[in-house]
T-cell receptor, first 113, second 114 residues
Framework: AQSVTQLGSHVSVSEGALVLLRCNYSSSVPPYLFWYVQYPNQGLQLLLK??????LVKGINGFEAEFKKSETSFHLTKPSAHMSDAAEYFC???????????FGKGTMLLVSP | GAGVSQSPSNKVTEKGKDVELRCDPISGHTALYWYRQSLGQGLEFLIYFQGNSAPDKSGLPSDRFSAERTGGSVSTLTIQRTQQEDSAVYLC????????????FGQGTRLTVV
């Protein structure tokens, strides 16, 4: 069985500050890991994903995430927050090409001027 | 179409009525998912179709919920005898389902049961 824990339902940062959204997972086999973003009244959009290879993954809009097997983590970061980054962010895990995606409960990112 | 299309975008129904929600996946995508999104609850998996395999129905919350996928393409999620707790946004996604493939989401159907 898989599970995802996102620490913090809400994270507030100032514009220009570092963004750090935490994600820990559990999986009995090597995982595939994803971060999705959801803007108000829209569907989910993929930010980045880890499948195999390099553990530091770069995505759209300046976001990146690092897969740390020893810590079972896949935290999302961005060096400098922008007002347009305000949205809800979801971490997800799957463990093969034929299994479902399991999502965390989401973290709402609030960016203040 | 270019993306996953869901209809209707909004649905208000009376308690006890049946509703059907439709999903048109991206052409060629063999995998199709339904999720339910409630405030503060994240995305709750409902059902998963993969090619011609039997669907994974393990997430359906009760026997009032059912889904089908005709011809490996369009899917319909049916909720019978709707209850107020069924009010949520229902999201559909599709993917190629090669290992680690990205799931593409529709914009969802907002269901309100009054």
């Amino acid at each position: 069985a898989q599970s995802v824990t996102q620490l913090g339902s809400h994270v507030s940062v100032s514009e220009g500050a570092l963004v750090l959204l935490r994600c820990n997972y559990s999986s009995s086999v090597p995982p595939y890991l994803f971060w999705y973003v959801q803007y108000p009244n829209q569907g989910l959009q993929l930010l980045l994903k880890y499948t195999t290879g390099a553990t530091l993954v770069k995505g759209i809009n300046g976001f990146e995430a690092e897969f740390k097997k020893s810590e079972t983590s896949f935290h999302l970061t961005k060096p400098s927050a922008h007002m347009s980054d305000a949205a809800e962010y979801f971490c997800a895990v799957s463990d093969s090409g034929y299994s479902t995606l399991t999502f965390g409960k989401g973290t709402m990112l609030l960016v203040s001027p | 179409g270019a993306g996953v299309s869901q209809s209707p975008s909004n649905k208000v129904t009376e308690k006890g009525k049946d509703v059907e929600l439709r999903c048109d996946p991206i052409s060629g995508h063999t995998a199709l998912y339904w999720y339910r999104q409630s405030l503060g609850q994240g995305l709750e998996f409902l059902i998963y179709f993969q090619g011609n395999s039997a669907p994974d129905k393990s997430g359906l919350p009760s026997d009032r919920f059912s889904a089908e996928r005709t011809g490996g393409s369009v899917s319909t999620l049916t909720i019978q005898r709707t209850q107020q707790e069924d009010s949520a946004v229902y999201l559909c996604a599709s993917s190629l389902k090669t290992d680690g493939a990205e799931a593409f989401f529709g914009q969802g159907t907002r269901l309100t049961v009054v």
